[in-house]
């Protein structure tokens, strides 16, 4: 066996002991040993794709959906700088990947050989830990180091602050295993006896301290973007009566939540006559400028960190969002204030008003869409939200789609939302879905949906492409075409003499062109009764809603006018 095949091995078997199960690999040739390594062992399902970026959001939303770690391999030069922007969104939402990017070994290097780039550090601060691994010498101790790198990686990677780590590996040819190399590799490579790792894993993190509330009758609990369990946070709402106000990708819009907070908290007269004492937020609230203001206007604002998934050291460092920096305490877990129990949980006229408002709003937002019998981009994102099935997982893309959720969906439980809220970037959406969608069906999840803007998803129309033989997932992804760039016709450039070009953006492209090149089935729906009929169906999919930018921009305008009625209408 020549030394690059041994390396490459050994890595592989021993992250499949510290738990890989998922790969991805984008094609090339000085990474062949990585790649073959990979397809090689039984315990490790693979995916392949033709493009690095594709491939690097394919291996986001598999760890995103499994909260495992996946690994993801490309040769070098521009094919890991193509890997960059999926690490930005793996550190900016605690996502554990791992980055294996093949190398030239050092004599190649700063020589004018061919496909080489500096690969050291390449993608600076954004990972939880960088190493190079080195040739593969064959001296004593080779195998010891390499399985001790592995589990350090394992555990950067999956550790306290879950993130992206990057491990470049470089290897000298011969690069394929039945090709002798100049040196014979003899040292043995097994790991330790029984699978398991070489370094064996920390137990159970112990359960942080919670902080003890303080009792405050208008207090706010606000639930951000995070992968936590939103749980302890509705049972807080429950006890104290404290409204929750929950994005959607924070899972935690159940019964007994605020559904139309966006809505109310725009409302002159309700904000202005519901102003905090008191906020507690967890995740990372900075999907509306709405909840922004609204931060800014509490006297005290608890923040809870990662820590509330149970690590206490999130609390020590600088792991908790705090978007408007009013902050006034970083805790780990939290508790109910003292007097507040079971048997007692309370009910005050600051809650009573907020329950009266949801209920007035609800009643005047579903009233304007369901006024209509044609699709809206609002009411997609709210009967998309309610009528997927039990079990579902539905990704939202960035944009407009994850603010028309926002806006309408219904308090409901039993629906997984996904999205890449770190960065908020439109590219690789259709790539991270795709790996969502994988993962939660390994885990015997069922449906899977994406919603998704025409930008997305043509930024990203290689996420569609997946070769014969590869997995497959079941997911509908509807597409809102609306001929551009949605998201800037509700806000300021959209008075601009150059908005159309420079904003709006327009394509001209059908999404039936774009399922016609993939080779995927195609849909559309214009009119709101079709949608159940239109998302059923088996594997990949695309379902199109064609809307006019101009006319969402002033149903939403209409929207916000009815919530406003009905809440001056209560007094």
Request: charged share 20%.
């Amino acid at each position: 066996m020549n030394p690059s095949t041994a390396l490459a091995r050994v890595l592989v078997d021993e992250l499949v002991r510290c738990g890989l199960a998922e790969a991805v690999i984008a094609p090339g040739s000085r990474s062949t040993p990585l790649a073959l390594a990979l397809v090689a062992h039984p315990d490790v399902r693979v995916h392949v794709r033709i493009d690095e970026r594709s491939a690097s959001f394919l291996a986001l939303g598999l760890a995103r959906a499994s909260r495992c770690p996946v690994a993801v391999v490309c040769t070098s030069g521009t094919a890991a700088a193509n890997f960059h922007p999926a690490v930005l969104e793996a550190d900016e939402s605690g996502v554990p990947l791992l980055v294996l990017t093949a190398d030239r070994p050092p004599e190649l290097r700063g020589t004018g050989a061919n496909q080489t780039v500096d690969q050291i550090g390449l993608y600076g601060g954004a990972v939880r830990m960088f190493t190079e691994v080195g040739t593969a010498d064959a001296v004593p101790g080779m195998v010891a180091y390499w399985r001790s790198l592995a589990c350090r990686v394992w555990g950067a990677a999956s550790g306290g602050r879950p993130g992206p780590v990057h491990v470049n590996v470089a290897f000298r040819d011969p690069l394929t295993p039945d090709e002798p190399g100049p040196v014979d590799w003899t040292e043995p490579l097994e790991g330790r006896e029984g699978g398991r790792p070489w370094i064996a894993r920390p137990g159970p993190r112990s359960e942080p301290v919670p902080f003890a509330l303080p009792w405050c009758e208008r207090g706010v609990i606000v639930c951000g973007d995070g992968d936590y369990d939103p749980v302890p946070f509705l049972a807080l709402a429950e006890l104290t009566g404290w409204p929750l106000l929950a994005e959607p990708t924070s899972n935690a819009r159940r019964d007994g939540s605020v559904s139309t907070y966006r809505q109310l908290l725009a409302c002159p007269a309700f904000a202005a006559g519901h102003v905090p004492e008191f906020v507690v937020s967890v995740g990372r609230p900075n999907l509306s400028r709405q909840v922004s203001a609204f931060l800014r206007r509490a006297e005290r604002h608890v923040v809870v960190t990662a820590g509330a998934a149970g690590d206490p050291r999130a609390a020590l460092g600088n792991a908790f969002a705090d978007p408007v920096r009013t902050a006034t305490d970083v805790v780990a877990a939290v508790a109910p204030p003292e007097g507040v129990s079971w048997d007692a949980p309370r009910r005050t006229d600051w809650s009573r008003s907020w329950r009266r408002a949801e209920e007035a709003a609800r009643g005047a937002l579903d009233g304007v869409l369901d006024g209509e019998e044609w699709v809206s981009e609002p009411r997609l994102a709210r009967d998309l939200a309610s009528q997927a099935p039990a079990g579902s997982l539905l990704f939202a893309g960035s944009s407009m789609p994850i603010r028309d959720l926002d806006a309408t969906m219904r308090s409901r439980c039993g629906v997984r939302l996904v999205g890449n809220r770190g960065v908020s970037g439109i590219d690789g959406t259709v790539s991270t879905a795709v790996g969502a969608a994988l993962a939660h069906q390994r885990d015997g999840g069922g449906q899977a949906f994406a919603l998704l803007g025409d930008l997305a998803m043509l930024h990203d129309q290689n996420g569609l492409i997946i070769g014969p033989g590869e997995p497959r997932p079941k997911l509908a992804v509807v597409v809102v075409n609306n001929d551009g760039g949605g998201i800037f016709s509700g806000l300021e450039q959209a008075g601009h003499p150059d908005f159309e070009r420079v904003f709006g953006t327009p394509h001209g492209v059908s999404m039936e062109q774009v399922a016609a090149v993939s080779g995927v089935p195609y849909a559309r729906v214009e009119w709101a009764a079709d949608l159940p009929k239109a998302l059923m169906g088996e594997g990949l999919r695309i379902v199109e809603v064609r809307t006019d930018r101009q006319g969402g921009a002033a149903l939403r305008r209409r929207l916000q006018l009815a919530v406003d009625g009905a809440v001056e209408r209560l007094g």
